[in-house]
């Protein structure tokens, strides 16, 4: 076909149909498109089945026959073709798609994007694992749904703060041999393909003015097996969906009622478009007639069945709403009383679903004999689809590839990546390996480094994955680059620059902070460690205080905490008070309180204090077990826990997890702050003055509190 690149010329179309294929030569005279010739021819075999060819020498030798008598009928030969893959071989695959994020972000454009782009590669392979297959695939369209933050749906994420982000999406997806099959089809009957695009982009071409595409619009194209449909908005298609229920049901509702075989039932409804009676002969060869009126009553509930899961998926594709208006083509459509019922279970007016055949194609000229009719729609669309060469599958080179795309109008370098096989995270920048951890038993996270951004050109000039792209462009892109893994050290984290303030013999000092890191001692210079479980001590026991204070006592040396009696392992919190010496025994002077306290096997300083530290290494959280199990009374590694009930303070009080309890023990049991000294505390036990250490008993009486 020469010339055929420039406008105005000659354009050859085939639609290629399950039943039959029309083939329609025209060109285009200023607005308007002129039909030259047009020619249809059934396959003789079932080559084709729901618009993919599965034989591809029987569908190219009806081609070819289809081309022989056009060029009789202009005096051309013809060498290139215009064709469309059907819409009832897509596959659409509905997925969630959610990114969280490490600390509150406001999401950008970019965010969005990339979130899109994972949807559609999750959604890819959701796909290949349900249908199991090797073949490849073309995304042809996307749209999302619904946008999430935090989980809650929300209309437009940008600009929002979140911690997280999903989409609702619907991808849809063409096979790749549907492609070759058509393809290999029109190269069978001497054809090279000039343009390939949808069928429904197609018949958008003739049934929805392009004034009209920027609106939300719905295409029904009624088949004989299949309704396809599409949804445009903002100029593009955004969805495709398929019911496999078509005109088809509606011709065996009439063949079992009037008892006649399917292609006489076929012509029954044609029939009923324009008479008001049809008369036939049934299977029996009995003539037999039935009114319009009778024929239209029988088969309402069939059409209904027909609209309802059309407009069901109308509404899905659609993001749980419906369309402003929907066109209707095809010659399943045409029944009447179709229209009305699609409007009614969309919920619209009945003037908004419309017909598209004789009333949309003003601007064709057919030759005579030839009727305007809705079937005429996707045949003529494909011819006119050329001149606007968009929607159609075009070749670029990526990264010294030759590959070919779906361009739905919007194409751009990720289209091209992932049609590639590229990894979605090679585009974006990779941070490194992050960093889980926790402090006090909360939960934290260092992020790793952002890396480097892919570097991406197109025919040599710097891109971003935004930049449009069009045929025989030459895109390169070097992946983005992971960032270095998070590291940090111990002394980095806010809580490791806090520290104890206790007094000691009426003079202030500040401890840092212990660090417990797995239960060992670490320094502010450790290095924290994927799963580290970090703790920071809130208390020092008297060993550690002594030892910070460079400070050697005897043994023996009395020494109270909080004005009480005190061992080298008893624990000293914020603002706690320690005295040792004669200023000890002014706060304590019962002699036999020492005695009491002390009466234990003798060690040695050195062993007594690493004893400390194990045991505070032993139970970080509960340094008060810690040191019951140092005490006589204290339970063995053996001994069995039991239950005990006390009154504390009034009420009763049941301890367990021990088989032996001491007073300091009531404190995990009651509300009672010992970190904010309000006075001297009072400790009673059946009325008497108690030692932290003291063991209590079943039925004993506690009593705390602070004296002013």
């Given at each position: 076909m020469e010339g055929m690149t420039h406008h105005g010329k000659v354009v050859f179309g085939l639609d290629i149909g399950t039943r039959s294929i029309v083939g329609t030569v025209g060109y285009k005279r200023g607005e308007r498109f002129v039909v030259m010739a047009q020619r249809v021819r059934e396959h003789e075999t079932r080559a084709m089945l729901d618009g993919q060819i599965h034989d591809i020498k029987k569908v190219g030798n009806t081609i070819l026959a289809v081309k022989k008598e056009l060029e009789e009928d202009i005096g051309t030969k013809l060498k290139e073709v215009c064709i469309a893959a059907a819409g009832r071989v897509l596959r659409t695959v509905t997925t969630h798609v959610e990114t969280e994020y490490s600390e509150e972000k406001v999401i950008l454009e970019e965010d969005m994007y990339e979130l899109s782009a994972q949807g559609i590669e999750q959604a890819y392979g959701e796909f290949l694992a349900g249908n199991d297959t090797d073949m490849k695939f073309y995304c042809v369209g996307y749209s999302v749904i619904r946008y999430y933050l935090n989980h809650y749906p929300i209309g437009n994420p940008e600009e929002h703060k979140a911690h997280s982000m999903g989409a609702d999406m619907i991808v849809t997806f063409l096979p790749e041999d549907v492609v070759d099959g058509l393809y290999k089809s029109v190269e069978q009957a001497g054809l090279e393909v000039a343009n390939l695009t949808l069928e429904p982009i197609a018949a958008i071409q003739v049934a929805i003015p392009e004034k009209f595409r920027m609106l939300n619009i719905a295409l029904v194209d009624v088949g004989a097996g299949t309704s396809d449909i599409s949804i445009t908005r903002d100029g593009a298609i955004e969805a495709y969906g398929m019911i496999p229920i078509a005109g088809d049901s509606l011709t065996e509702v009439i063949a079992q009622h009037c008892l006649v075989d399917f292609n006489t039932a076929e012509q029954i409804k044609r029939q009923a478009e324009n008479q008001e009676e049809i008369t036939y002969d049934d299977v029996i060869g009995l003539p037999q007639k039935i009114s319009k009126e009778e024929l239209f009553a029988l088969l309402k509930p069939a059409i209904a069945n027909m609209t309802k899961p059309v407009a069901d998926c109308i509404r899905e594709l659609n993001g749980d709403k419906p369309v402003s208006a929907v066109f209707v083509v095809g010659g399943g459509g045409r029944i009447p009383g179709y229209t009305e019922m699609l409007a009614e279970e969309l919920g619209i007016v009945k003037e908004r679903v419309a017909l598209r055949g004789k009333e949309v194609m003003g601007n064709i000229d057919f030759p005579d004999g030839i009727e305007k009719s809705s079937l005429l729609v996707t045949p003529v669309g494909i011819c006119l689809n050329f001149y606007e060469q968009s929607n159609n599958f075009i070749f670029v080179t990526f990264n010294e590839a030759r590959i070919k795309v779906y361009d739905n109008g919007r194409l751009s370098v990720v289209d091209a990546a992932m049609q590639a096989d590229f990894?979605?995270?090679?585009?974006?920048?990779?941070?490194?390996?992050?960093?889980?951890?926790?402090?006090?038993?909360?939960?934290?996270?260092?992020?790793?480094?952002?890396?480097?951004?892919?570097?991406?050109?197109?025919?040599?000039?710097?891109a971003d994955i935004h930049t449009s792209i069009k045929a025989n462009d030459i895109v390169q892109v070097i992946p983005s680059t992971e960032g270095e893994k998070a590291k940090l050290e111990i002394r980095a984290l806010p809580e490791f620059e806090q520290s104890i303030k206790v007094n000691v013999n009426d003079k202030k000092v500040e401890l840092p902070k212990f660090v417990q890191v797995n239960g060992v001692l670490q320094s502010g210079y450790y290095d924290i460690q994927d799963g580290d479980a970090i703790c920071m001590l809130d208390y020092y026991t008297v060993s550690q205080i002594l030892e910070f204070l460079d400070i050697i006592l005897p043994e023996w040396t009395p020494i109270a905490v909080n004005n009480m009696p005190a061992k080298r392992d008893t624990p000293v919190y914020e603002n706690f008070t320690m005295v040792w010496g004669d200023a000890a025994k002014r706060l304590i002077p019962a002699e036999e309180d020492w005695e009491a306290l002390y009466e234990e096997e003798e060690l040695p300083e050195e062993e007594h204090e690493d004893e400390v530290v194990s045991k505070t290494e032993e139970n970080p959280d509960n340094p008060d077990e810690g040191e019951s199990q140092q005490t006589e009374s204290a339970p063995q590694n053996n001994a069995v826990p039991r239950n005990i009930t006390v009154t504390a303070n009034g009420s009763p009080v049941v301890l367990s997890g021990k088989a032996s309890y001491v007073y300091v023990d009531i404190f995990d049991y009651i509300d009672f702050d010992l970190k904010t000294p309000k006075g001297n505390i009072v400790t009673l036990l059946n009325g008497e003055t108690a030692e932290y250490l003291k063991e209590i008993r079943d039925g004993d009486i506690i009593e705390v509190y602070w004296q002013k």
């Open positions: 990894p979605n995270d090679g585009l974006f920048p990779k941070r490194g390996k992050e960093l889980n951890y926790t402090v006090d038993g909360k939960v934290r996270m260092k992020r790793g480094e952002l890396g480097e951004a892919a570097v991406i050109t197109v025919n040599g000039e710097p």
